[in-house]
Nanobody
């Protein structure tokens, strides 16, 4: 089992930048594809970004393309989400998730989740 802990959330103004971090422990981090999801109040959990185990593949929701960047540092067992030009609609609880994969593929079924970190963007 892998344990995930998100950090870096907070209150920012529209147009600001914020970087979220997700630290992993308990298993070999490089065996997992990683993803970021978010859930706004009253809404379903939504996909934000994903990255394969060796960072050979990345994917983003249309709503964040060009603004958010997912990256990982396997030496530090950490995945990041750099959020630029933030908008009020980015307000949500952001979750980090892990999917154990054999190949350098994006995650499909995420078995492990962090506790979430609140991101609030004011106008």
């Amino acid at each position: 089992q892998v344990q995930l802990v998100e950090s870096g959330g907070g209150l920012v103004q529209a147009g600001d930048s914020l970087r979220l971090s997700c630290a992993a422990s308990g298993r070999t981090f490089s065996n997992y594809a990683m993803g970021w999801f978010r859930q706004a109040p009253g809404k379903e959990r939504a996909f934000v970004a994903a990255i394969s185990r060796s960072a050979g593949r990345v994917d983003y929701a249309d709503s964040v393309k060009g603004r958010f960047t997912i990256s990982r540092d396997n030496a530090k067992n950490t995945v990041y989400l750099q959020m630029n030009s933030m908008k009020p609609e980015d307000t949500a609880v952001y979750y980090c998730a892990a999917d154990r994969t054999t190949w350098d593929a994006l995650g499909r079924v995420y078995d492990y989740w962090g506790q979430g970190t609140q991101v609030t963007v004011s106008s």
